[in-house]
């Protein structure tokens, strides 16, 4: 089973996913360069509920240097915003579930990420390494308009996280827009 077909059926384990991830291919910085939506259709992998509840939507990566990687549907649903790790973290820990509705408390202008190619389970492929917390996302492609993150922190070594995300358009509002503004989606 590869792993788009593990992310939609059922509560896959970690063993399940570390071994789909691993027969992907690594992925380079630049093919990253994009807004990317994330698919809700990978919730019941493991880690992956807290992730949609929270109502993420995506990640931008504009450079190496400059990632969003917390993109989150305005409550009016007009347009993304990026947002605070650390401020979303606390809010999840308060028990908030829809981030968008508090939007003032997380929004951010500056980006939370960069990426690094990094060696990960004897591949070395592109990796979002965050500012704020010893996180990295690991990358691996399905295909040139989807790939796989498997989430690490220190207390998830060996039992990451996965998220499943797509390539989406560049609206035409996002172009030239530095980190952090305000832009409207398809």
């Not at 500012?131 to 690991?138: A, E, N, R, S």
């Not at 691996?140 to 390539?167: K, Q, W």
Request: contains cysteine; charged residues 25%.
């Amino acid at each position: 089973m590869n792993i788009q077909e593990l992310c939609h059926t059922g509560s896959p384990t970690q063993q399940q996913m570390a071994a789909a991830f691993d027969a992907l291919d690594p992925v380079g910085v630049d093919m990253l360069v994009g807004l990317w939506e994330a698919d809700p259709g990978y919730a019941e992998t493991p880690g992956g509920r807290l992730l949609v509840e929270s109502g993420w939507w995506g990640a931008r990566f504009t450079d190496a240097e400059t990632v969003d990687p917390l993109l989150f549907q305005s409550d009016d649903g007009d347009g993304l915003f990026a947002a605070d790790l650390l401020r979303v973290l606390a809010l999840i820990r308060e028990g908030a579930q829809n981030i968008s509705a508090r939007r003032a408390e997380v929004e951010t202008s500056a980006p939370i990420g960069r990426v690094r190619m990094i060696e990960y389970r004897g591949v070395v492929t592109a990796t979002l390494v965050y500012d704020q917390v010893p996180v990295l996302d690991y990358l691996r492609a399905v295909d040139n308009n989807t790939v796989i993150a498997a989430v690490e922190g220190r207390a998830m070594v060996d039992r990451p996280a996965y998220a499943l995300l797509r390539r989406r358009p560049d609206p035409p509002a996002y172009a030239g827009l530095v980190s952090g503004e305000r832009f409207e989606h398809e």
